[in-house]
Every structure is written in structure tokens, then in C-alpha cells.
């Protein structure tokens, strides 16, 4: 964490000491189980799963039901697995996150060294944009979309995902510059160097930690949502979690948990892996995000 | 003195010069007309069609607050709006509870802190979607905990909320606070960690147990964080809809429907669009009340910065 | 006309007017400190000159060409920031040659005077350095170094070295003073530090809630301030203010104060004119230095007068000692040799040397009188 600097000078007793590492315990279990039973189940066949504990170890392990997941399980009409939907949200988050970032730290910049009247407000608006319900947007942006031409398409949903990413991304940025010493801005202004030369040689540069920052929780929300895909993807822009959103509820034949849960698991695997290589930065956007704006 | 690096008009003189002054105003401009567009449009468009008849299609035939009465004649909006009540409140007490009690407990010096701090986070960086998937299952009494009891011998255990229609709301609170709850912990870890421990020290010297030292010392200067903590819960309490979805479908019958839910169904699937537009609106109102207090007391507080 | 013109300058932000009507022409050569207390408008001003800030109304001109229109870049300046303002990303070399790359000056030519600006300061060793490897003292020279590259017109300083520890400040003090020498170049400094703007300048403009109260040499400020600020603002421990009256004797003025208790002391004045103003209230000026013991009054001093009092408070300070005694109920400070021993609460006979007196108008604080 970015500000876990010092723990507290507070001494607890022994007993005290006991109980606080069993509680602490008790919850670290309590996240971990749902992964845990889904990573050890999706590695049954089905009868043992239906049939038996799911607790227990897999008797006779095996990788079909990840196999069946990513190539042949059915999702909406035909049988090709979730991969060509991995596809699909790969192509869409790439482009998203990169121009959303983009953007937003050309926001910050001009937000925080560049400042006009009213720079006020149109960060409040952009703030406040973060925040809204997006069933409010739904229905002008599914008709937009249709008169672009853009309905059921990746270009869509990259342009949908990019407008509603600029708030966050501008915020990030900007609470980042505004600490960024406003005398390196003038004495590069003095040096000659104009407004991009600026930001590209004196901003830019040392932006790593909050690009970092922004560029995960783009990819996380991106990657992880839901509405927009089920709203404006149809059935060709499909993205990963609506594809196993599909999956998992669908009510013809037999419910194949252990594919399920490898698809799940599949659905989850980047943003996870983002994770634990890269906590520090992602907590430090969920707080950024939060604490001031 | 305000931080700005540039007076508008340097160098009026030349071309080049007045180009300078305006490109900053410039480059922001694409982001501030989508928002416009994209954002405010699209609200003003939406609060539009809720006065108006529209069904599967928009249609501009004004027909005053007919939808709003309709929409809370309908008795599938009150139990969204009695069942959001119950959620948010449940999900935003519990998460900040549990949320409150491991970071203090995490803060005692606990030598596996990175690890756990990891552990109960994770969740986090899901999706609702997968979130639902596993919990969907897990809550299942058929194969799920409540079936492990039973193999494990214990056969009177039931745990079959999912399909309970007064219990089904809880097993969303169950889920959602698995996800965020470890958020709302990292959020309180970093106001703990904010505390100067001289503060911490003078208490104890002053003979305060550890009991009353959080009570009456560390718990009111967290305020801030309990603040940001309701505020981002709140909102996503709102805005529920991946999770609904992909754990209950809003079933069993209408126990788990939610305001978000309702505004999809109706909008899309039952064609009464002034009615969804209209939820909609509503949602926006909850989310706004919480929200813009809260940016305008922090732009405030930014004033001199 | 100077090298550098301030001609009728305000600053406002809004409704706000924070710098009233500045009138100050540097010579080329000169180096004119801007002191004052923060938010007097004394960084506004410089930022003016180096075009970082809009100029409300009136003109800056360096060189002969008016630059309020022009671009910082374009102005020949170069600054000094309080922070430094290296470029954390660059190395210490790229940083002092930033500038001249955006100015298009061939590499070869940068490399040049790169080489013997890093000569002059004695940073030839920290070129390949970041900043951030760099100590307080180091980063400052980088600092001045990067200014003195660019072979300015004009050298603007801002607190330069308000950074940096108490011994570190009167090395690099030095270092400037020095340099200044050596280049001759036009600089003007910013500082709330009265030290370093009597040391350093050839002339000072002492500022305050956005009005120059005097302009001058550091003698000229020193001796005759213009008026009760800049009295008490310049000088450490500042110049005593005593309440007094004129009372004329055999035909020449006399401070007329009133010693604690009731009884009053007259001390003869040196200004003549003050003899046609009779039983006028004034203020007494009056420096720590022209207060001393009967050894160590000046004895090039024509007016000396004594004054037998209590002592209230004294400060062993190493090379003085501090002795304080009150006056019309203000204390006034004496600064005594370090070897005499005055003892609290018994009486000490004071020198004061009415030489170095000045008088100020109570209602418009101004010096009056020469």
C-alpha cells in the first residue's frame, strides 16, 4: 500500500494476540474459498462434482473442462469455447485503456499547469462523471450507436468504454500533476520549451507510477465489466464476462459446473494476474479513486 | 497566489504565440465535448424520454409525469427500491464493519500483513460476473455448503437462501461484501497508517487502554476514510446490476430485483422505455445526493491548493 | 534610462490590486535585491520581469525593447528557483543544457559552454548525475549553473537559497557575491532575508503589501530608512522605536523620552530643521550598535549622550552582549561588548550616540527631519 508506512505503536497482550490472528485467519480463508473450491473442482470430471464433496481433492484430475471452456463449450449458438470472446476483450481493452489514458493525462496536464478560468468546473463535471449510473446513458448511447453505425461492434464499445474512462483517467492525472512542482513547468518555459515539449519531455517522463496506476484500473473496469458489453456488444463484439455470463446461465442440457468454473477462472485470469504482479499500484488507484478529488 | 504557469496572454505578438495560449484550452476540448455529449446529453436526453410515451422506441409525444406515476404504481419498482434499501444498508454496514475490523487488526503488527492485505483484496479486481458464478454455486444448497455439511455429517444444516424468496436478498449482501469489504479494509489500513503515532503514544501515557484509545482516539480521527468508504459503497449499492444478474437473475421471482435490474428489463426486454427512462432518472437522483455533496465538499477543501 | 526599466507596473488579480504603481530602473551591472516580508508582491515582480506572470499595467523593458508581450523564453533571462526546479528526469548535464537544445544551439556549442560553466562552479564531476543523487548544496549549484549557461541579459534569482542550512546559505551567499564580481551581469534577487540583501546588493527595494517603501543602497537603507518599516525590517535585532518628544535648548533640537518611572532625559538631536518643530511627538530611532557601554562608544561620534538606567534583560551573545532597558514602556536593546557586565536590575550607564538617530512622523510613519 502507498501509505503503509508505519504500523501502530498500540501493544496488544498475548491472548489478545491469539485472538486477533485467528479472526484474521478465519476471513483470509473465507476470501480465498470461493477461488480455491472453484480452482480444485474445475479440475473434475462432472460426476465427481455432482456426486461427491466439494471439498475434496479431485480424484482423477483433469484439464477437459478447461479445454472444453476456452474451445468447444457452447456459448449462444455455436460451440467455439470462449475464445474468440477473449478476443473480442483483448481487442477492446487494449485500445480503450490506451486512449483513455491518453487523454487523461493530457487532462491532468492541462488541468493543473495550464489553468483557465473555469478549470473549476469542468473537472467537477468530469468527477461527477465517473460516478453516474450508466442506466441513465444507456438508451441515447444504444440509438447513437445505431445512427454511427457503430451497433454491435468493437469500435463501439471501444468508443463507449474510452468516453466514460476520460473522468477517472483525468483524475488520476491531475491529483498526480498537482503535486508536480508548478517551477519545473516555468523554468522549462523559460528554457524555451513549449506546451508539448513540456509534457513530453518534462511531465511524461517521470508519470510512470500514476500511468501505471491509471492503466490498471482502466484495464480492471474494462476488462470487467458487464453492462455496456451485454447493452451494445450483440452477439460478434461479445465480450469475455458476458460470454460466460451466457455460459453459466444457459438452461439447455446438462450444467457442466467444472467448465464453469474453469471459465470463470479463465474470465478472471488477467485482471488477477495484474493483481499480484502489480498490487501496490492497483490499491493505490482504488484509493486514489477515493480519497481525494 | 494561485499556481499557474502561464499568464493567457504572453506573446499575443505572434501567430505562434497566440496559437500557444490557446492550444492547452485545445487539447482538453475533445474531452470536455464528449463529456458534454456523452455524459450531460445523454442525461438531458434520458430525463427527456421519461416525460415522454416512448415504448420500444423513443417517440416525442410529451405526456408530463404520467411515467414516474406509473412507475411508482408499479409494484415491481417498490419491492426494487424496499430491496435496494435492505442491500445497501446491509452491504454498506457489514463491509465498513468487517472492513474497520481487519485493518485495525492487520495494523497490530502482524508479520504476515503483505500476504493477508493481499488475500482480502484479491476479490477486488473480479468481475461481478465471476463473483456470481462462484457464489451462484457455493450458495447452492444442492452441491454446495450446505451439501458439504451433509457429507461432513452434519444433516440438519440448511442454508438454502438462493431459493428462499425472503432470504434470496441476503445471499447478494453475502457476495457483495466478499468483494468489496476487503476495499473498504485497504481504505481504513491507509487512514490507520495516516495517524501520527505520537498522538498514539501521548494517549497511552495518559493511561488509556487499547479498548478506549480506538474508541475514543483513532476510530473519530478516521472520519474521512468512513466518509470515502460510505460513499463509494453507496454508489455502487446504486448501481448493482453484473451482480444481480449472474448470482439470482432478480428470482427467485422478484426477491433480489433491484433498481438497476428493473430499469433493463423494462427498458429492453418489456419495451416501456418513458418507464425505464424514468427509473433511470431516479437512480441518477440516489447517486447524486450521495455524490455531489461529497465532490463539492472536496473541491472546497482543494480550493487553495 | 537603465539596462533594466520597471516603469509604472501594478499587478491584479481580479478587483485585487497586489503591486501598486512599481517604479525601479536597474543599471547594467547592478544587482538589486527585492526584500520584503512574504505576500509584500516581491516574487510577483520577478516573475513579471522573467514573463511568468501578466503585467496588469505599465511596461518592462530590458535592454531597450519593451518584453511585456514577449515570451519568458525570449526575454534572455535566466531564473533561479527556489526549488531548484531541476528536471528530476535529466541528468545534471542535460538539465543546464536544456534550454540551449530549445533554443537550437548546436550541440557542440552547447557542450562548450557546458564544459565551462561545470569549470566555474565546480560541478564537473555531478554532469552525469540525476539531481535527485544530489545534496541541498550541490542541487543549487546545478541550479545557478543551468542560468549561467544560458548567458543571460538579465539573471533573476527567487529565494535561492532559503533551501539550504544556516552555514551552507553564508557559503553560497558568498559564492553569488563572487560571481556577481566576475560576471558583471545584471541580476535581480529575491529574498525575505535582510542579511543577504545588505551583503549582496548594489541596491535594495525593500517591499511591503505590494508598495516599494525604499529604494537604495544597502548604506542608504541601513542608515536612513525611509520610513518605520523598513527601520524595523532591516537591522537584527532590529533598530529601537522610541516614543519621544522635540523640545528645543540653547537654540538645537532635543529628543525629549521618558525613562520608566517618571523622570525624562533629553538628548541632543543631530538635525538642525528639527529645531523649527517644538513639541512635536516623533519616534526615536534609534540602532542596537549606537547603543553601547563607555568603552565601546565610537569615538569618531560628535553627539554622545549618557543615560544611567535599569537594566531589564541581558544576552550573552559571544561576540556582544545584548542589554535591554525600557523606554516610554518599550524595551530597548542595547548592544554592549562582550566583555562588559552589566547586571540585571542594577544600573548601567549607557552610551547612546545621538549621531546615528533618525525621527519619524508617528502619523505617517516617514523619516523627517534631513
Known sequence: MSVATQTTAVRTGRIGRALIVTVLIFFALFYLLPLGVMLINSLKPLPEITGGNMMALPREPTLDPWRSAWSTAQIGVQATGLKPYFLNSILMVVPAVAISTMLGALNGYVLTKWRFPGHRWVFGLLLFSCFIPFQIVLIPMARLLGLMGLAGSLPGLILVHVVYGIGFSTLYFRNYYAAFPTELVRAAMIDGAGFFRIFWRIMLPVSGPIAVVCIIWQFTNIWNDFLFGVSFAGLDAMPMTVALNNLVQSSTGVREYNVHFAAAILAALPTLLVYIVAGRYFVRGLMAGSVKG | MSAEAMPAATSRADLRGRLQDWLPRLVLSPSVAAMLVFVYGFIAYSVFLSFTGSKMLPSYDWVGFDNYRRLF?????????????????????????????????LDQKIRAEGTLRAIYLYPMALSFIVTGTAWKWLLDPGIGIENTMHLWGWESFRFDWIKDRDMAIYTLVIAAVWQSSGFVMAMFLAGLRGIDNEILKAAQIDGASNLSLYRRIVIPMLRPAFLSAFVILAHLAIKSYDLVIALTGGGP????????????????????????????????????????????????????? | MGFLDIDNVTKSYGTVEVLHRVDISVGEGEFLVLVGPSGCGKSTLLNMIAGLEDITSGTISINGRVVNEVHPSRRNIAMV??????????????NMTFGLE???????????????????????HLLDRKPGQLSGGQRQRVAMGRA???????????????????????????????????????????????????????????????????????????????????????????????????????????AQVTLDGASQKLLRLGQPALAAQDGREVILGLRPEAITDEG??????????????????????????????????????ARLRANSQPRVGAQFPFRLNMDKAVVFDPRTEARIGD
Do not use: C
Not at chain 3, 530549445?102 to 564537473?124: C, F, N, T, W, Y
Not at chain 3, 554622545?304 to 551573545?317: K, L, R, Y
Open chain 3, 148 to 254: 549561467l549557461v544560458r548567458d543571460p541579459d538579465v539573471f533573476l534569482f527567487d529565494e535561492p537559497l532559503s533551501n539550504l542550512d544556516a552555514k551552507l546559505r553564508v557559503d553560497m551567499r558568498t559564492e553569488i557575491k563572487k560571481l556577481h564580481h566576475r560576471l558583471g551581469r545584471t541580476t535581480v534577487y529575491v529574498t525575505h532575508d535582510q542579511i543577504e540583501a545588505l551583503t549582496l546588493s548594489t541596491r535594495i527595494a525593500v517591499m511591503n503589501k505590494g508598495h516599494v517603501q525604499q529604494l537604495g543602497t544597502p548604506r542608504e537603507i541601513y542608515d536612513r530608512p525611509a520610513n518605520t518599516f523598513v527601520a524595523s525590517f532591516m537591522g537584527n535585532p532590529s533598530m529601537n522605536l522610541m516614543p519621544a518628544r522635540i523640545v528645543v535648548r540653547d537654540g538645537a533640537p532635543h
Open chain 3, 296 to 333: 565601546g562608544a565610537d569615538s569618531s561620534a560628535q553627539l554622545v549622550e549618557q543615560v544611567d538606567h535599569v537594566v531589564s534583560v541581558v544576552e550573552p551573545a559571544g561576540a556582544d552582549t545584548f542589554a535591554a532597558f525600557t523606554v516610554g514602556g518599550r524595551d530597548v536593546v
Open chain 2, 73 to 105: 404504481g408499479l409494484s415491481a419498482w417498490t419491492t426494487a427500491l424496499v430491496n435496494l434499501g435492505i442491500f445497501a444498508s446491509l452491504y454498506i454496514l457489514i463491509s465498513i464493519a468487517i472492513g474497520l475490523m481487519l485493518a485495525i487488526f
Open chain 2, 253 to 305: 421471482g422478484r426477491a433480489t430485483e433491484l433498481p438497476a435490474t428493473f430499469m433493463y428489463s423494462y427498458t429492453f426486454t418489456r419495451n416501456q422505455m418513458g418507464v425505464g427512462a424514468a427509473s433511470a432518472v431516479i437512480m441518477l437522483m440516489g447517486v447524486a445526493s450521495v455524490i455531489v455533496p461529497y465532490i463539492y465538499a472536496e473541491m472546497r477543501q482543494g480550493e487553495d491548493r
Open chain 3, 81 to 94: 528557483f527556489q526549488s531548484y526546479a531541476l528536471y528530476p528526469n535529466m541528468t545534471v548535464g542535460q
Open chain 3, 102 to 124: 530549445m533554443h537550437g544551439v548546436p550541440k557542440a556549442e552547447r557542450e562548450r559552454a557546458l564544459k565551462d560553466v561545470a569549470q566555474l562552479l565546480q560541478i564537473g
